[in-house]
């Protein structure tokens, strides 16, 4: 088997034939951080820099670990061709990891280039792609179609005005790009900048905010106004997934306290948390929408990076050892059968607990795909063997690109796809599922079971 040929991944015929039966099916991402701004105006990429990993935290991680200066990687006045050629010099070194495969599958897939990036061939590859990249063929939105991408989903926060989505509408993209609601920022009020953006939220909605229903109205208002522009579906990005039953007159006293400026134990911030989850989950009820939870990221753990760079740079790890099923319960019993719930997991060692959680709470709760550190061939491996075996393969709710760049949609969808084509594949080859099954599982999990439980 050679580099990245057609058997990649691929370990028998029945797996082969799986893929064969997937492979051209048109991408459903429902959750990717898509600049939508950028999408809209449909410009070009410069180079390959721009287009591979002037936004992807996945690469400059990787890098750093090949000792490559933090200046090629994020600095303002390094130029991205100084960038391109120093992470090309050190790109064999991080073979085995998948960001090897992503990058080479993009040139392999979006540019024709089947060399391997090394320093030897990066001014090649950097004027090759530069010039397809500045051809209309090569725009945002041309790569879109291109990837076959039908229906997309970007995270957008309450305070959004939608316009770039709107402005897609009326685009070539009419229909495959749409919002999601991710109200983080309104309910982490541990943060110390969160009574500005509730007053920003105030301002958005043109009301003032002086107690905790003010601030769910004004979050009802926005939520009304994402289903007009296309949203179906909620996000919410915890470590632990708080959603105790609190009461609002306990809840309010809480927010006046923090909007106050007083500060809160954690006890507090766990009922309020816990309540402004719950109240989310409401309005995502009354509306049909997907209720997704990505948990256990523990943000910011490298304090360099968050002093310089900020948030989103590579400094976020998974926990192990948190709990998510004391803090879970309550909201999974108070909406049971009345919300559609997707679990997404960081850390590996929680398949088997939430796999078993899902199953306990029937056709309406359901696991994600591998997600984030745990989005390689090994991590969707293990957790598609571990569902299948104690959950519902096809209760899943497919595959989530994640991704912070366009360009890779593609290839990560790839991937997952080869890789749940080998999974299944091998429970075929021992006699688990006749392939007649196997067949239209692998296609319900790859594109109609995502475009139904979103509503696309």
Not at 157 to 174: G, I, M, N, Q, V
Not at 304 to 309: P, R
Not at 329 to 355: C, E, I
């Amino acid at each position: 088997m050679a580099f990245l040929d057609a058997h990649y991944l691929l370990d028998s015929t029945s797996s082969e034939d799986l893929y064969a039966a997937i492979k051209d099916l048109p991408i459903i991402d429902a959750h990717n951080h898509c600049d939508v701004k950028s999408l809209s105006e449909d410009r070009n990429f410069t180079d390959i820099w721009e287009a591979e990993a002037a936004t992807d935290h996945y690469v400059w991680e990787c890098f750093r670990k090949c000792n490559v200066p933090e200046e090629l990687l994020t600095g303002k006045t390094t130029s991205n061709y100084d960038k391109w050629m120093a992470v090309a010099k050190a790109f064999p070194e991080i073979a085995g990891n998948p960001t090897y495969e992503w990058i080479h599958l993009d040139l392999k897939r979006r540019f024709g280039i089947e060399e391997l990036i090394n320093a030897d061939n990066a001014q090649a590859i950097w004027d090759k792609t530069k010039a397809m990249l500045a051809t209309p063929a090569m725009s945002q939105q041309s790569l879109i179609l291109a990837m076959n991408v039908e229906a997309m989903c970007s995270t957008d926060d309450p305070l959004d005005t939608l316009e770039y989505h709107k402005a897609l509408a009326s685009s070539r993209l009419a229909g495959r790009v749409r919002p999601t609601f991710r109200p983080d920022k309104a309910m982490n009020i541990f943060k110390s900048d969160w009574p500005a953006y509730v007053a920003a939220l105030g301002k958005r909605w043109d009301m003032e905010i002086t107690c905790i229903a003010d601030m769910m109205a004004a979050l009802k208002k926005a939520h009304d106004f994402f289903a007009t522009v296309g949203c179906k579906a909620s996000d919410h990005g915890l470590n632990i997934p708080w959603s105790y039953q609190v009461p609002a007159e306990k809840a309010d006293e809480i927010f006046k306290r923090a909007l106050a400026g007083k500060p809160l134990s954690k006890e507090d911030t766990i009922a309020y948390m816990s309540y402004f989850l719950n109240e989310v989950a409401e309005l995502d009820a009354q509306k049909n929408w997907v209720f997704q939870m990505h948990i256990g990221a523990i943000r910011d753990v490298r304090d360099v990076l968050y002093k310089t760079l900020g948030p989103d740079t590579g400094g976020d790890i998974g926990d192990h050892e948190t709990s998510y099923i004391e803090p879970l319960l309550p909201l999974l019993n108070r909406f049971d059968s009345r919300l559609k719930v997707v679990l997404y997991n960081m850390h590996p060692n929680h398949n088997a607990t939430l796999a078993q959680l899902t199953r306990a709470f029937g056709a309406t709760t359901c696991l994600g795909l591998a997600w984030w550190l745990n989005d390689s061939f090994i991590g969707m491996q293990r957790q598609l063997e571990y569902v299948g075996s104690v959950d519902v393969l096809s209760n899943m709710s497919g595959m989530v690109s994640d991704s912070r760049k366009i360009m890779s949609y593609s290839s990560r969808h790839e991937m997952f796809r080869r890789t749940m084509s080998r999974t299944i594949g091998a429970m075929v080859d021992r006699g688990q599922i006749p392939y007649s099954v196997a067949e239209q599982l692998v296609i319900n999990l790859a594109y109609n079971r995502p475009k139904a439980l979103f509503g696309f």
